[in-house]
Every structure is written in structure tokens, then in C-alpha cells.
Nanobody
Framework: QVELVESGGGLVQPGGSLRLSCAASRSILSINAMGWYRQAPGKQRELVALITIGGPAIYANSMKGRFTISRDTAKNTVYLEMKTLNSEDTAVYYC?????????????WGQGTQVTVSS
């Protein structure tokens, strides 16, 4: 099992930047994939970025070049650096962890952090 705690959301002006953090309760080296998803009002939750053990980062097309996912294994933390934000980036951002335990895939979610892009 793993607990995920997000932080770093808030209100930012268009064109601004934010960095989200997701702290895991266990070593992230034991987690097959960690990622960020977001859900805007009235819309489905969508993938933002994903990072796997030993694999390249994966980004949704609309986030490529603006968002960067990274991790600090010493802190068991995954980050999402967001730049050139616009109103369409307003959403609740969720951290996700996927791992395989005794042959069974398990998925965990954080509580979410609100990002609001507005002037």
C-alpha cells in the first residue's frame, strides 16, 4: 500500500508557473509508475504526465514542452513543473501510483491539489 500527499497548488496568473509535489509513503523505486492526472469541472480525469522505473517520461500532447515530471528518490517525491499556464490548465491535479503486488496491479490516488489559472 502507498499513501500519496500532493502539495503546491494554488492561484496563478496566466503565463505563470507552479511546481506540484507528490510525497509517497514508501520508496518510489518500488512503484512501477507514478504520474499526474487532472480533472477540470465537468470533464473527465485525464493524464498529464507519467514516469516509470527505467522508462522515459510520457506526456499528454497538450502538456509537452510546458510541463516536466521528475522524481527525487531520496525524498520519495515526484514533481510536476508547470510553465506557461493558461486558463485551460485550471483543474484539480491528482498524483497516481501504480504497482504490482503479488501479481496484482494496485492503483493509488492522492487527495488532489487545486490549480487555478486566472488574472
Amino acid at each position: 500500500q502507498v499513501e500519496l500527499v500532493e502539495s503546491g497548488g494554488g492561484l496563478v496568473q496566466p503565463g505563470g508557473s507552479l511546481r506540484l509535489s507528490c510525497a509517497a509513503s514508501r520508496s518510489i523505486l518500488s512503484i512501477n509508475a507514478m504520474g499526474w492526472y487532472r480533472q477540470a469541472p465537468g470533464k473527465q480525469r485525464e493524464l498529464v504526465a507519467l514516469i516509470t522505473i527505467g522508462g522515459p517520461a510520457i506526456y499528454a500532447n497538450s502538456m509537452k514542452g510546458r510541463f516536466t515530471i521528475s522524481r527525487d528518490t531520496a525524498k520519495n517525491t515526484v514533481y510536476l513543473e508547470m510553465k506557461t499556464l493558461n486558463s485551460e490548465d485550471t483543474a484539480v491535479y491528482y498524483c497516481n501510483a501504480a504497482l504490482v503486488n503479488a501479481g496484482v496491479q494496485e492503483t493509488y490516488w492522492g487527495q488532489g491539489t487545486q490549480v487555478t489559472v486566472s488574472s
